[in-house]
């Protein structure tokens, strides 16, 4: 009996975590699509420009990625009660988990199979958005979003070249 009770509440525990997680992602990204509605309205405010006699006005196009993260942070890890010395230890094992998967994305893109990439960029954005948030995993969370439904190599190449840029930022960050 002391057995299911001990099981019961572990799975309370953990229920209540999931559930605290999803309210935090689902905050987190309204805050972020706050952010870039407010940066697009800066934006569009400061590319109204005149290009010889006609007045053209210029938007920005809304589809394509704007790549202006915040820097990353490991905020979540020390939340979760680890030290600063413990966290840097999560975030270079997320490297070396980039780094072991970039040549897999490399070779989904040269075929190109956009499901594999899907699934190797799912992968990386669960793991990044577990350690934290800014940088490199709130590009994650955008490439792995955009390879869901996007068929553009294109735009799966410029992902992926931020990607390996978002990297380098962040083991600079952490070396």
Known sequence: MFFYG???IVALL????????????KSY???RERKYHQAIRQNESKSTTKISSPSIRIKPV?????????????????????SQEDAKEFVKELISQIEANIPFIDEAMKIPDFNQM??????L???ATNLGNGGISDLLVDYNTYLKDG?????????????????KILKEQYA
Do not use: V, W
């Open 151 to 167: 068929r553009d190599l294109s735009a799966a190449q410029t992902y992926f070249a931020h990607l390996k840029y978002c990297l």
């Open 62 to 82: 809304t589809s394509s990625p704007q790549f202006n993260y915040p820097p990353f942070t490991h905020a979540r890890l020390i939340a979760m009660g680890l």
């Open 6 to 8: 001990t099981l019961f």
């Open 118 to 123: 899907e699934r190797l960029t799912h992968s």
């Open 29 to 31: 990204k309204k805050e």
């Open 125 to 127: 954005k669960g793991s």
């Open 14 to 25: 953990i229920s209540l975590i999931i559930y605290h997680e999803y309210k935090n992602e």
